[in-house]
């Protein structure tokens, strides 16, 4: 793979959940190209396993492990087993995350008219599934607070270590429809923020990563038709994108490794960066 900088990662253990998704395992095959030993965790081990035999065969080292970020028991077991093989986990990258239909409304506003029917008011926030909810804010949020105070204790004992959380600029410019998984990322966004406090002077950094749209299996049938071409969401997400186009899973590296080199970012903790092609910054005027 082609990283956009090299940084020296040689003896360090990176532990990067969601793993076998498109945006982190990029992520993985970058701290392994720049030498790091990368345990890759997710629940699908055969994706996991792609993953690892990518990073082998370019000569890196990884190991994968199918775990469940909302199970703290088996992120135990996890690191018990990362630690026997090569030792604590120095860089830890929380990447596991998503959205779910069931934590969706099915419209984008309600109006008088949707309280008519029950069957109208159902698309609209007050349809919306408490459980369903419950389970996108459980996977975002809770899914990295657990993998943190897990694969941190070592790193605090240490007096060293690196944590860098996903968020999304949904987090801080909330999108219609997803109300679990913008206020999940917002959740994420504070967290990174106290945490980074919470840990200064045991010499963890805390900082998170806000992407804007990159096309994953997760989101890609609802940005794209079977035929390539846009929906009428993605038409919006590009109107208000002032680059214009969606982003690219290489284009997230050179935040990520300025993050996790203490060379180059020693002195940053507690930030929240956006690489979202200006959406963010766009009031759509």
């Known amino acids: 793979m082609k990283i956009p900088f090299q940084i020296n990662l040689s003896g360090r ?3 990067v959940t969601g793993g076998g998704g498109v945006l982190c395992s990029d992520f993985a095959k970058a701290l392994a190209a720049c030498g790091a030993k990368v345990a890759v965790l997710g629940r699908r081990k055969e994706a996991l396993d792609t993953v690892v035999a990518e990073i082998v065969k370019a000569g890196g080292c990884a190991a994968a492990f199918a775990c469940d970020v909302l199970d703290k ?3 135990t077991k996890t690191n018990a087993a990362i630690e ?15 959205n779910h239909p069931s934590g969706t409304a099915g419209k984008e506003f309600c109006v008088p008219e949707d309280m008519a ?34 694969f941190t204790q070592a790193m605090t004992a240490k007096g060293k270590g690196i ?12 999108l219609t429809k997803i109300c679990g998984y913008s206020g999940a990322k917002a959740a994420i966004m504070n967290f990174t923020q106290w945490l ?11 900082n998170a990563i806000a992407p804007g749209f990159f096309v994953t299996e997760q989101n890609r049938t609802l940005l794209k038709n079977p035929d390539g071409s846009l929906t009428p969401r993605s038409q919006k997400i590009l109107a208000n994108t002032p680059m214009g186009r969606f982003g690219e ?3 997230l590296l050179g935040t990520l490794l300025w993050l996790v080199s ?5 002195f940053v903790t507690g930030v929240v960066i956006p690489v979202d092609g200006g959406f963010s910054a766009y009031s759509g005027v």
């Open 163 to 174: 944590v860098v959380n996903i968020s999304s600029m949904a987090g801080d410019r909330p």
């Open 117 to 150: 029917t029950d069957a109208e008011k159902a698309k609209t926030f007050y349809g919306l599934d408490p459980q369903g909810i419950q389970g996108v804010f459980s996977l975002n949020f809770l899914g990295t607070l657990l993998p943190t105070q897990v």
């Open 73 to 75: 028991e088996a992120l």
């Open 84 to 98: 026997a093989l090569w030792g604590p986990v120095d860089i830890l990258i929380n990447g596991a995350g998503g």
């Open 196 to 206: 980074a406090v919470h840990l200064a002077k045991s010499g963890v950094r805390v």
């Open 249 to 251: 899973a290489q284009e």
């Open 262 to 266: 203490d060379d180059a970012s020693g």
């Open 13 to 15: 253990v990176a532990a």
